[in-house]
């Protein structure tokens, strides 16, 4: 069993940076898949970033090049690091982690994905 606790979302005005934290649990964390997703009201959730136990990662067309997700596996903490925020990067994120060990494109899909942290509120002002 894999728990996850995300942390670090607030308020930001756009051009803004903000740093996700993901706490996670359990001795096989640097086998597993991780990646965060965003839901925004109205809106089916959205695959974001993720990154494999080989550090490989996959990002969303629209974050690339503005976020960075990464991990520490001394720490078990996952992280995704959001510069140059937009009104439309406004949702809740969440962290997310699969025991499939998958990589590339594998790691855009939410059904991948066996446990869930309970989401953070980033929130974006023009």
């Known amino acids: 069993q894999v728990q996850l606790v995300a942390s670090g979302g607030g308020l930001v005005q756009a051009g803004g940076s903000l740093r996700l934290s993901c706490a996670t649990s359990g001795r096989t964390f640097s086998t597993y898949h991780m990646g965060w997703f965003r839901q925004s009201p109205g809106k089916e959730r959205e695959f974001v970033a993720g990154i494999g136990w080989n550090f490989s990662t996959y990002y969303l067309n629209s974050v690339q090049g503005r976020f960075t997700i990464s991990r520490d596996h001394a720490k078990n903490m996952l992280y995704l690091q959001m510069n140059s925020l937009k009104t439309g990067d406004t949702a809740v994120y969440y962290c997310?982690?699969?025991?499939?060990?998958?990589?590339?494109?594998?790691?855009?899909?939410?059904?991948?994905?066996?446990?869930w942290g309970q989401g953070t509120q980033v929130a974006v002002s023009s």
């Open positions: 997310a982690a699969g025991g499939g060990g998958l990589l590339g494109r594998s790691l855009g899909r939410a059904d991948n994905y066996e446990y």
